[in-house]
């Protein structure tokens, strides 16, 4: 899960792995967290349509220290949700109510627990 909203936010309780699975489900939103599928406009998307994926709660950081131009484009105050934070993760809200991951909507993956941009290795 996401630093910025308390690391660990979502499970998903495995009993068995499904052979049609291309991957474990990313999960359920944790006791005091929230997480909504958003599109372009930060509205709630249909079950079984991609979006944005954004975590709400009492997790939430309140932003990044000392960096305010970070903070506004990664939490916002959604008129109908309070304090979400953009986790810039794709996914999409299932028929059974857990989320499914689809990837990155940037070019960011994780090395030991460190966010890398690939753009910074490819420079």
């Known amino acids: 899960g996401a630093t910025e909203a308390s690391i660990w936010s979502i499970y998903y309780p495995i009993k068995t792995v499904k052979a049609e699975w291309t991957s474990i489900p990313y999960g359920y939103p944790l006791s005091n967290q929230t997480y909504y599928v958003l599109n372009y406009e930060n509205n709630p998307c249909p079950i079984g349509v991609k979006g944005e994926l954004y ?23 959604h008129p109908d949700f309070g304090r979400i934070y953009r986790t810039g993760d794709m996914g999409v809200l299932t028929q059974e109510g857990y989320i499914e991951f689809l990837g990155r909507k940037d070019h960011q993956i994780k090395v030991r627990g460190y966010r890398v941009e690939l753009g910074e290795i490819e420079s």
């Not at 975590?55 to 105050?77: H, M, P, Q």
């Open 55 to 77: 975590i709400g709660g009492k997790g939430v950081a309140e932003g990044y220290l000392n960096d305010k131009e970070k903070t506004e484009a990664s939490f916002i105050d």
